[in-house]
């Protein structure tokens, strides 16, 4: 069974950055993607980033230029850097792994 530990989420002003953070145990981490999505209130949940096993990347156009994911094979661990953000950016945010498994979400509220 795969497990996850997200950290990183808070409370931010327009403009600031985050940093999330997911450990993931229980599976064989560096063959599967990777990713973080999010939800809104009200609104369907979302991609925001997808990191493959290759490291090859993709971004929701919402936040390309100012979020990066990343992973740590060694650490099984994967990442995501939040920069410029906006309150249209506030959400829940879940680490998902590849073969369909979700974290139980960090909450990101970005406010004055």
């Known amino acids: 069974q795969v497990q996850f530990v997200e950290s990183g989420g808070g409370l931010v002003q327009p ?3 985050l940093r999330l953070s997911c450990a993931v145990s229980g599976s064989i981490f560096s063959i599967y993607s990777m990713g973080w999505y999010r939800q809104a209130p ?16 993709n971004y929701a156009d919402s936040v390309k230029g100012r979020f990066t994911i990343s992973r740590d094979n060694a650490k099984n661990m994967v990442y995501l850097q939040m920069n410029n953000l906006k309150p249209e950016d506030t959400a829940v945010y879940f680490c998902y ?4 498994y979700w974290g139980q979400g960090t ?3 970005v406010s004055s």
Do not use: Y
């Open 15 to 17: 403009g600031g950055s």
């Open 42 to 57: 009200g609104k369907q949940r979302e991609l925001v980033a997808r990191i493959f096993s290759g490291g090859s990347t």
């Open 97 to 100: 792994h590849g073969v369909g």
């Open 107 to 109: 909450q990101v509220t």
